[in-house]
Structures are given as C-alpha cells and as structure tokens.
Nanobody, 125 residues
Framework: QVQLVESGGGLVQAGGSLRLSCAAS????????MGWFRQAPGKEREFVAA????????VYADSVKGRFTISRDNAKNTVYLQMNSLKPEDTAVYYC??????????????????WGQGTQVTVSS
C-alpha cells in the first residue's frame, strides 16, 4: 500500500528537458522497486524505465535509452525521471508506479501495485 503523486510535467519544445518527480507516502518506500510508464492518445500504456529498491540497478525502454535517467532518493521518498533531448513522440501522460512483487524490478504494468495520477508531458515540434 503506497500513495504516489507525480509533478513536473508541462509543455516543452523538441530538444528540451524536463524532470518529473514522484513523491511517495509511507515508511516503506525503500521496499518497492519503482517505475515510470507513459500513455499517449490512442496508444496502450508503455514502459519507460524502472529502478531497483536501493537504486543500484536501472532498466530503460529502447525508445528512451540514452535520453532519460531514472533515479531515487529513499531519504526523500521520491523517484525522478530526468528527460533530455525530448521528441514530439514523447508526448504522453507519465505515470509513476511502485511494485512489491519479487524481483529486482519489472517492465510490465501487471507487476506494479501502486500508481500515481499521472502528469502530462507535451513536446512541441
């Protein structure tokens, strides 16, 4: 059981940067691996990135590799997504998610059991 609140979305030009934040409630934040997903209009929810409980391991979708960086600060109960070199195809609602299933992290939505409300990211051409 965890509550998540995303922030940092907005409108940015292609090639620009944004940093998304996800604040989690509770004292058990470090027991969850964390992930970011996104959903564009007319498309299914898509995995973006995930990070292990201690922050030592990360994984990225091929579409964002080299441009996005996921990180976490367990002392602040916060996970971040730094997005650089943004493209119009990055436009989507971005969701933060927490997972408590066995494993280092997960890349499918069914392996997460806590979700934020989402934050809109719009990249103009």
């Amino acid at each position: 059981q965890v509550q998540l609140v995303e922030s940092g979305g907005g409108l940015v030009q292609a090639g620009g940067s944004l940093r998304l934040s996800c604040a989690a409630s509770g004292r058990t934040f470090s027991t969850y691996y964390m992930g970011w997903f996104r959903q564009a209009p007319g498309k299914e929810r898509e995995f973006v990135a995930a990070i292990s409980r201690s922050g030592g391991r990360t994984v990225y979708a091929d579409s964002v590799k080299g441009r996005f960086t996921i990180s976490r600060d367990n002392a602040k109960n916060t996970v971040y997504l730094q997005m650089n070199s943004l493209k119009p195809e990055d436009t989507a609602v971005y969701y933060c998610a927490a997972g408590s299933y066995p494993g280092t992290y997960a890349s499918t939505h069914d392996r997460y059991n806590g979700w934020g409300q989402g934050t809109q990211v719009t990249v103009s051409s």
